[in-house]
Nanobody, 123 residues
Framework: QAQVVESGGGSVQAGGSLRLSCAAF????????MAWFRQAPGKEREGIAV????????YCLDSVKGRFTISRDYAKSIIHLQMNDVKPEDTAMYYC????????????????WGQGTQVSVFS
């Protein structure tokens, strides 16, 4: 049974918006910090943003600052990624992650991953 599940991906025109959501279902999972990553074909998985249980946000990727916003439902293991003014270079598989130990912007620090949701931006 999946512990972390993403939803909300799809195809969107450049300049448009998309909202991704992620829920962690295992009460034993460490969800103090949850994060969004993305991976484009042929590229490494890169950290986008991290959010603490209390709502403190950290943005790992300069190219999304001012366009993407990470948020968290109060006192829940549910996070969102609001993507505005999307660009073709935002096309990637987007992953949600939890259960972190170490650098929270590095994929290798996370032990629990969702299956990913595809975001495709066309011009």
């Amino acid at each position: 049974q999946a512990q972390v599940v993403e939803s909300g991906g799809g195809s969107v025109q450049a300049g448009g918006s998309l909202r991704l959501s992620c829920a962690a279902f295992d009460d034993n999972l460490n969800t103090d910090f949850m994060a969004w990553f993305r991976q484009a074909p042929g590229k490494e998985r890169e950290g986008i943003a991290v959010i603490h249980f209390g709502g403190v946000e950290t943005y790992c990727l300069d190219s999304v600052k001012g366009r993407f916003t990470i948020s968290r439902d109060y006192a829940k293991s549910i996070i969102h990624l609001q993507m505005n003014d999307v660009k073709p270079e935002d096309t990637a598989m987007y992953y949600c992650a939890a259960n972190v130990a170490g650098d929270r912007c590095r994929s290798s620090s996370y032990k629990s991953w969702g299956q990913g949701t595809q975001v495709s931006v066309f011009s």
